[in-house]
């Protein structure tokens, strides 16, 4: 089987039938659906039981509530294909490029660790191009070295475990699970996790997937203390000031740099109380910043230089409000 498909579900059911359809579009695709109904109240359970009634690619567990990572953690265990990718239960994908995607896997003369590909934002009905910036020529047959640094001069860290396909074999033989214990950037976490023990890359430049934003209810919108400490947990479990901790240990400073610069902002909205009982650890973890590669985090890093943690984040605040971009 070419492909097992992750999909984690709690309580999507107005969008869930668009999300499954959307796979199971070619019937002799090569595939199998795996849907984790994460403990979910609405009618989304007998929307996966309808489904594998219908299709016997469709395989559901349902489970107790137990959060997005316990949900996606099920299906890599259960998964069979060579490949894994993963859906969200609001979400979709274009049926017409999953066809062309597993075509493409299957010609390709060897198994790259992981494939890339590339997302499409909607927000309010309209859609645009998500973008990481690849450049095939530094990633497709090319070394870890030369990808890990290409990664490393992306203007944002390539974070998110839904534009992405993964080898099946890497994942489970290094067992490689999402941190249950995170309510918010365990996709950072595990992606970063990946790559360190990844060797082989690939590039399709196709818009695969269709990421439905600023959903009522989206874990990915929420701005408090617990979300804004799981991802300060992430950016340092994997920053390190010896360079020499991991062979790539710099471009990993590099990712994390801009996650920083991300965690800088988030920090920006919190009340003057909460941002006082926060700001010891975000100073701590300002010198990430020197190891940034990109425009963005040069940029704030000759600003916090220049005026500070604080006012560098205050700044942030400012440009998102005049340059506000969903």
């Known amino acids: 089987?070419?492909?097992s498909i992750i999909v984690p579900i709690y309580n999507v059911a107005n969008y869930l039938p668009e999300c499954i359809d959307s796979i199971l579009?070619?019937?002799?695709?090569?595939i199998e659906i795996i849907l984790i109904n994460d403990g979910s109240t609405d009618n989304?359970?007998?929307i996966c039981d309808a489904y594998s009634l219908k299709d016997s690619r469709v395989k559901v567990t349902h489970q107790d509530n137990k959060g997005v990572s316990a949900a996606r953690n099920t299906g890599l265990r259960d998964a069979i294909g060579n490949y894994l990718l993963f859906v969200d239960g609001d979400d979709w994908i274009d049926p017409q490029k999953l066809f062309e995607l597993v075509g493409n896997i299957i010609n390709l003369p060897e198994t790259p660790d992981v494939i890339f590909t590339e997302m499409v934002k909607v927000f309010d009905n309209k859609l645009s191009p998500l973008t990481d910036g690849y450049n095939e020529v530094f990633i497709n047959n090319r070394?870890?070295?030369?990808?890990?640094?290409h990664i490393a001069r992306l203007s944002k860290f390539p974070g998110s475990a839904c534009s992405k396909l993964f080898r099946r074999d890497l994942i489970q033989r290094n067992q490689i699970y999402f941190n249950e214990s995170l309510c918010h950037a365990e996709d950072i976490d595990w992606v970063a996790s990946v790559y360190k023990l990844a060797n082989s890359f690939h590039y399709f430049p196709i818009q695969l997937y269709y990421y439905r934003q600023n959903r009522l209810g989206s874990a990915s919108?929420?701005?408090d203390t617990v979300s804004y400490n799981c991802f300060l947990k992430v950016v340092q479990g994997h920053a390190d000031k010896n360079s020499?901790?991991?062979e790539y240990q710099e471009q990993i400073n590099a990712w994390m740099a801009f996650e920083y610069v991300v965690l800088l902002y988030r920090y920006s909205l919190f009340p003057k109380k909460t941002k006082k009982e926060l700001y010891r650890d975000v100073k701590d973890l300002r010198w990430i910043l020197w190891y940034g590669q990109s425009r963005k985090t040069k940029v704030v890093n000759l600003s916090c230089s220049i005026f500070g943690v604080r006012m560098t984040a205050y700044l942030l605040k400012i440009y998102k409000a005049l340059n506000f971009s969903p």
């Open 44 to 46: 989304s359970s007998a």
């Open 244 to 246: 020499n901790a991991y």
């Open 1 to 3: 089987m070419v492909l």
């Open 25 to 30: 579009a070619y019937i002799n695709l090569d």
């Open 221 to 223: 919108q929420r701005i």
């Open 143 to 149: 070394s870890k070295q030369t990808v890990m640094n």
